[in-house]
């Protein structure tokens, strides 16, 4: 690894403090597992790392009145510990477990993952199928997007250095939408998605109907992108394996997937049609389970 | 521990000193009492027990394993020792027209730089000496050497390598081995032709043996290239003493082979040379010759310091051997039920850049290409090809592995085709006791038929879903 | 130069080392601990596993800085001084352990599972050791160690009782 200079922040106020002096020459380290791997490949190193690892106020998972607020500096481990996350969007755990592996997931953080911005994100499709929105801090202050505004590009967000994600907030009507997520990598461990996929809906107690959904893919367009016309396809339609079987095809007439090493494009998108398939049943089945428990 | 920990002024040990713990444990009795063999050699008969089946494994240096205290090249250290990094060619076939190494030697702290000219025997491999050490003037494969650095750290190291310019001139390249079999093919080590070992395996007359079949059934198969990765990588260390004698310790599976080759690239005669095979951490075929060795002896030579050479993951991958992909066409004449009367099997290797054990993998892959069964007409013929490729070497089973998925993948579609089932066709044609290969080597002890038998036994195959 | 000062098994020590330094280098080439392994570099193999704070994490993707000020057990550490961690010693007797070069890594992960899940099923423990790489044992006597370690540690009874059901018919 090349030389570089280092700063440890001990809270956001430090770390944004730090970010604004050092200007484009710093790069943040938050859980480190990506930008160890690229200052080891870089000719040009940064002029300087700005450790927020230690910044204790962007780790906590706390029930607010906007809704769940997940610090960007939760490890994937430690959301897949959290009760709170457990209780009311277990879909993230499905995220998080699939990412890396266990030493990978307890360096690993939530923002660190979003903030890579690559296609294949594991943390991406779950958190906007529920909506998440996301906290940036800088020097001028915070303010509050959505998610999918982050994304710009492949591995290019819409932050401007200096600026820093602070947290997620998933909002408190998305709390406890049925939601669930798949991935499909070519093997089970340490390996990227070759598409991944989320999707979360209401049922409409009436008619047993698809309400509100939301469908998320990753690894398939630039960035994770979501599948509109499956969406309305659902909207207030009965909850039928056919119906799912049809959302998943037309998801994946939605996604404009790549060819390269790991799968062909036709495959992707195969994949994409099973993948939004098994999201759908799972979420269905997390639902009915959870209906049945609150029964007994 | 209760205590804050604070910063102490000189790296130092605190007391407590746990960590030595490991050193108390290693003198603890064995686990597992050894057991006591019978002293005369028991020679199993065929189908009889031996004492070893069924028994746990132990070994006796798991101990050190667990504990960590097992020293691998990479856990080695001598005073004054340097560190040395490799300069890649990144082009896959090319003549190297200028080096450029002085920025690489004005730096602080690097000591020695070494290029391919300035090798006494600039070849080496354990059947063709084909391979440089450090490619001059051509470069046939881009995981070719083209120059080397010994630094005071691994990090100024790799950072000389990095001010280490060349000018290429790039040559014409072949990757596929089909089209390097061709005549106007660029030939990789020219003037050579790019096929450069075969072997045929004949036995009966296969025309006749088609001509009698009542079904002719064609496979063409292919497998990929494979690394060994073995969790260990590539790692020695040179020390070329004020007597002029080498000492070398390596990560070696063939240390007799290694010491040859290393005296012979050196020009030293073999009592110089000491060669010590330490610990590896994993062969797998990969580590049965040298490969950095002699660059790390004449840096040595250069600084006078002990020089100590790990391979990166990617110099594993580009630039240590691998396991050939086969292409492998098989034709089988069979009667209506399911019995084999000719095979004719033809196997082009792609041999990558260098021979280093093709040879033997041709030639294990071509006797065993027929497969485990009765065939009185046999033809089998195999060639292994240059291609600007990583060179291909000795992997577990020296081709043995790819013939196999070929030979039972065929016999699968041709049982199919016939409608009978895959373990009956195999019962039909496997070896037995007495019979003799396709190379005339007659067979004992052998039970193939029992063991088809017992395994369809274990896993139910009558009863399978 | 960075100043770290971490609680290696047990014993403080520190040491000022440059920032680009990992745990990873701090542990091998600055306190000797040489048990702990450099395999892949990139976070894939698993043989830099050591525990920081309890939990598993990979050496080489850490800078030494980061673990300033915390607790790390690496293999060194894992016996007591009168005994074999249990893991060890049915590493030992099963054979888990060939080229032995990831076994470091594979025990430390192996213990960071056992301190949290007593009890685990294979699956579980496939899942514990999804980020260590073996190329020698093909797993099945690493999964099936882990299984004997655990039972051991849930009942040190069972660990003599196992003892004499393996030789009893010697």
Redesign the interface.
Known sequence: MKSFGYVAAMDAKHAIELLAEHGAAAKILAGGTDLLVELKDTQRPPGIVVDISRARDLKDIVLTDEGLRIGALATHGEIMRSALIRDLCPALIEAAHSIGAVQTRNLGTIGGNLMTCVPSMDSGPALIALEAQVTVAGADGQRRMPLVDLFVGPRKTSLTPGQLLVEIVIPKPNLGKPAAFQKFGLRKGQALALVNAAAAFWIDDGKDAFKAPCIALGAVAPTVIRAPQAEAYLAGRAITPEAMAEAGRIAATEAKPISDFRASADYRRDLIAVLVKRCLAAAYARATAKTKERVS | MTDEPKTLTRERIAVGDMWRYADDARSLPAAVPPKTLPSEPLVPQPGQQTLAVGQRVTRPDSRNHGLGRTKYIDDLAFPGMLFAKFKRAGIASARIMRIDTSAAEAMPGVMAVLTGNEIPVNSFGPTFQDQPVLADPIVRHAGDGVAAVAAVTEQIAAEAVEKITVDYEPLPAVFDPLEAMRDDAYKIHAPNSNIYASKVVRRGDVDKGFAQSDQIFEGRFTTQMVEHVPLEPHAAIAEWDANGRLTVWATIGRITLARADLARTLKLPMNRVRLIGTFVGGNFGGKNEISQEPALALLSKKAGRPVKGVFTRNDEFISSTTRHPFIMEYKTGVTKDGRILARSVRLILDGGAYCSWSATTLGKACILASGPYKIDNVHSEAHVIYTNKTMTGAMRGFGAPQVCFAYESHMDDIAKALGIDPLEIRLRNVFDEGTSSPTGQVLHSVVVRESLRNAADRFGWETRS | M??V????????????V???T?LLKLL?D?FQ???????????????C?VLVDG????A????A??AD?R?VL???????????HP?????????A????????GM?L?AK??LDDNPDPSSHDIR??L???????TGYSKIVEAVQDAARAMRDPRTEDTRQLE??GH?
């Open positions: 960075t100043d000062t971490i609680t290696v098994n047990g014993s403080v020590r520190s040491a000022s440059p920032p680009e990992t091998r600055v601990l040489t048990g702990t392994k450099l395999g892949c570099d990139v976070g894939d193999c698993g043989a596993t939990m598993a994490v990979n080489c993707l850490m800078l800085a980061q000020g607790q690496t293999i060194e550490g894992l016996a007591m001084k009168d005994r074999l893991l060890q010693k049915v590493f030992e007797e099963s054979g352990l060939q080229c032995g070069f990831c076994g470091p025990l992960s960071a599972l899942d514990a999804a980020g260590n790489l073996c190329r020698c393996m030789h010697d």
